[in-house]
């Protein structure tokens, strides 16, 4: 019955996006027939809409299946830290440029986007949207999210990149107009126009001006399958001893030779018998428990051969560790930023930290960028501006000592480090308290710079400011 539900709750999500798409004017005019029209001049790929390369989504299914072990944990880690950083929209001030985070932009409080970024739809939070997005990125390489409006209020939907099969060049034009995309149980495709679904990509070396991306998990999928291959193998060699052993069946007696020794021949088993054979084996000797066990040699058992190499020959915790390291490096993640314990400190953690920050803002660049192209179209206004806003590396010791420093130097006041902090302010705690050292020193003219070396330091020891009388001269 459980299945059954989440059967019928798929198709119904399925049901629910092919009826819900709203294709543009310019969406509806294109068709098959129009794929010839490519998306890229002759030089740079022909009628390809794809590009050169073009993009399959069954390479997208095949790299989402890779989303376990190493690569999931390095996966999680950077859409986790990315879905945390709000989504801002404001408007570019006067001879701005589009950029990652514009300076100067006024933000524009309650804009549709950033209430649906926080709030896409009744089935998923803002974070669970961030993270799906992220996520893509990170595994296939290009990440999707479908715009719909619900009446009056504006949703967004996440969308696997195994769902989007291809974009759809306009009659006559090189710029795609539509998506087509069919989520399973879907049994026919549907399109989605370009101005509905927010798209961001890695580029790829290989079609830099294609619609494909090139994931980390793509880069990187020796390791990740070395990976997996060295945990299946250490879970079937934990399971049981038979895969890596070959049993021979002693012969059968059939006679004596000239010196009065027993011969005979091999006999030929059954497939149950076989079968047999190994199940017994598999319950005498399979498991952690029996793993050093011996087996005796018996009229049945003549000998035992080994086929493989065991655990611990092939050293499956160096190896793994290679692997696993290099998938790090892919995702540009320092192990001790996914809870490694081993030869980390404070130091060690914090630089860490800063440099994990500044791989996802290098992330965060991206899609802000891709967002910031795309909204002032879909919203009818150039002058728009959106970005995501970047992540700051977390160091207690570090904030601390700032604001030490500026409370030394009387930059800051006591109600600005409580509220630092976290606390309520307090009565009369907005001044800012001047240190007896950080005075300014008065301005004292004299007649003599001869005379000013006996009065070259105030009591308090604090430099005075000397002052050159007229003509330069000493008196």
Known sequence: MAFESSLGRAREFSDNLKARARISAAAERTAKANSSAGLLPAELGGNSPLGSTGRSSGNDAELLRHNVETAAACVRLIASRCAGQPLLVGQKAPGGTKNASPAGAIPIANHPLAEAWANPNETITGWGLAFSFIASLELAGRAFIWLRMNGTRLELWPLSPAWVRRPIAGQGSKVRSAWEVQPPNCGEAFQIANEDMLFAAYPDPQDPVGDGGLSPLAAAMRSVQANEQIIESQADAFSGIFPRHAIIVGKEATGTDGAGKVVGQRPRLTPAQQQQIISGIKRRYAGMANQNEPMILDSLVEDVKVLSHSPRELDFGASAKLTEQRVYRAYGINEISLGAVENANRASAAIADYQFCSRVNATLSLVSQCVDQWVGARFGDQRLTAWLQPCEPVDPEHELAVVEKLAGLGCISR????????????????????????VDAPIVPLKSLAAARMFARAPSGKLIELVEPEGGQDE
């Not at 109600?415 to 950080?438: H, L, M």
């Open 415 to 438: 109600n600005e480090i409580r509220a630092k902090f976290g606390y309520s302010p307090i009565v009369g705690g907005d001044a800012i308290a001047v240190p007896f050292t950080s």
